[in-house]
């Protein structure tokens, strides 16, 4: 989907795309990973230290429970709030 938002790939997954991959040999990207000076792992790292043991020790708390879930609910949350969106009235204080 490339040009077009992560919120339109999200909310109009089916929609025709074109496929814009590059194919890369390998050497190339190997080497182009050499140049960075960050490892991929703390590239990836997206919270602090502290965030993820607290985290994880929830994540542990309720059970690990499948990460598939989280999607189906915020999807159903998407789909909840677009049926308000078009619905002004919902909105309506008297």
Same mark, same amino acid.
């Given at each position: 989907?490339?040009?077009?938002t992560?919120?339109h790939a @999200?909310? =109009? /997954? #089916?929609? /025709? #795309?074109?496929?814009?991959?590059?194919?890369?040999?390998?050497? =190339?990207?190997? #080497?182009?990973?050499e140049?960075?000076?960050v490892? &991929?792992?703390?590239?990836?790292?997206?919270v602090?230290d502290? @965030?993820?043991v607290?985290?994880r020790?929830?994540?542990?708390a309720?059970?690990?429970?499948?990460l598939?879930? @989280?999607?189906?609910v915020g999807?159903?949350?998407?789909q909840?709030?677009?049926?308000?969106?078009? &619905?002004p009235? =919902? @909105?309506y204080?008297a």
């Amino acid at each position: 989907m490339s040009g077009s938002t992560l919120r339109h790939a @999200f909310t =109009v /997954p #089916a929609k /025709p #795309a074109e496929d814009c991959q590059i194919i890369v040999d390998q050497v =190339v990207i190997d #080497a182009l990973r050499e140049q960075i000076p960050v490892s &991929r792992e703390d590239s990836l790292h997206w919270v602090d230290d502290s @965030f993820e043991v607290v985290a994880r020790n929830v994540y542990e708390a309720i059970g690990t429970p499948s990460l598939d879930i @989280f999607y189906w609910v915020g999807r159903s949350l998407l789909q909840w709030h677009k049926s308000l969106m078009y &619905r002004p009235e =919902v @909105f309506y204080i008297a």
